[in-house]
């Protein structure tokens, strides 16, 4: 059974750090894209980083996305957080990266909160 879940999340402050992992069972991530996208209350989900299969990292601005083979997993590391990026996180995989991707997690709140 293909399966996908988040962890990591939680409350934070202003301008701390937190990192999400995204494991999968059944099958290989290394095989495949992954994306993390953000849903935050009242707004549409939104994409915040993919790499695709041939890619191990990739950073964009205050995130880096990361694979680890051995785990089977994928990493979302969030630096210098601000209240808007409290939101529901997930991740998501498929061939390659798009807004509209296969097999989805249920998400990981982030609330980044004084």
């Known amino acids: 059974q293909v399966q996908i879940v988040e962890s990591g999340g939680g409350l934070v402050q202003p301008g701390g750090s937190l990192r999400l992992s995204c494991a999968a069972s059944g099958f290989t991530l290394d095989h495949y894209a992954i994306g993390w996208f953000r849903q935050a209350p009242g707004k549409e989900r939104e994409g915040v980083i993919c790499?695709?299969?041939s890619d191990r990292n990739s950073v964009k601005g205050r995130f880096t996305i990361s694979r680890d083979d051995a785990k089977n997993t994928v990493y979302l590391q969030m630096n210098n957080l601000k209240p808007e990026d409290t939101a529901v996180y997930y991740c998501?995989?498929?061939?390659?990266?798009?807004?509209?991707?296969?097999?989805w997690g249920v998400g990981t709140l982030v609330t980044v909160s004084s």
């Open positions: 998501a995989t498929d061939l390659s990266c798009s807004l509209q991707m296969d097999y």
């Open positions: 790499i695709s299969s």
